[in-house]
């Protein structure tokens, strides 16, 4: 199955017990991080393209959820769809257009939380050079040490979507969907 893209986003943070101090700040493993999307290709099938290498920090403040960050960056080059032509043009003026615009970024501006593990994290995401606000509904997964690393580690999961004609990106429409649903599995490890 090919990777999905897009970003946007995004990342995240929520109530967790197991973490000791108000605030916290995290750096995302990309290693242990996914941030897929999908998209319909003429109805056939649901291409998915995954952002490889992605960057950033979470702060997590734990006795006050709703002041807490999440900034993260991703390169236009990692779109991944799993084969190389494919990838050429993905990166392409077509969609992604590396050589333009060689960033995306996702930058928290608002955390609200929903139930014990639940949230929603929004921000400004940036594509193709536009800003629109996207939401991501978030789940807690766990806080802790990494058994193998022992690293203090916190682990979200994520689900959203947006329209990529929304950011300018109109290559295919409607053969290829607007509509990008997005599903992203973070990891972070805590700041020496």
């Known amino acids: 199955m ?5 970003t946007t986003g995004l990342i995240f943070v929520f109530a967790a017990p197991n973490i000791a101090h108000a605030a916290d700040n995290y750096t995302i493993d990309a290693s242990h991080t996914n941030i897929l999307m999908s998209v319909s290709h003429i109805g056939f099938s649901d291409m998915v393209l995954e952002a490889l ?4 920090t979470v702060v997590f403040n734990q006795e006050n959820v709703q002041n807490s960050q999440v900034n993260v960056t991703l390169k236009a080059q990692h779109i991944d769809g799993d084969d190389a032509k494919f990838n050429d ?25 929903t139930g014990d593990n ?7 995401l940036t594509l193709l050079g536009v800003k629109k606000p ?15 690393s022992q690293a203090e580690t916190i682990g979200f999961t994520a689900s959203g979507s ?8 109109g290559y295919g429409l409607p053969a290829i969907g607007d509509n990008i649903a997005i599903s992203i599995n973070l990891e972070a490890i805590k700041a020496k």
Not at 2 to 6: A, D, E, P, V
Not at 134 to 148: C, E, M, Q, R
């Open 2 to 6: 090919k990777k999905l893209l897009l």
């Open 53 to 56: 290498k992605p960057e950033g």
């Open 89 to 113: 043009h993905l990166h392409s003026a077509d969609l992604f257009d590396a050589a333009n615009f060689p960033e995306i970024t996702f930058n928290s501006t608002k955390v609200e939380v």
């Open 118 to 124: 639940t949230g929603i994290v929004t921000g400004d």
């Open 134 to 148: 996207v939401s991501l509904d978030v789940t807690f997964n766990k806080a802790g040490v990494n058994p193998f």
């Open 162 to 169: 947006l329209k990529r004609s929304d950011f300018g990106m």
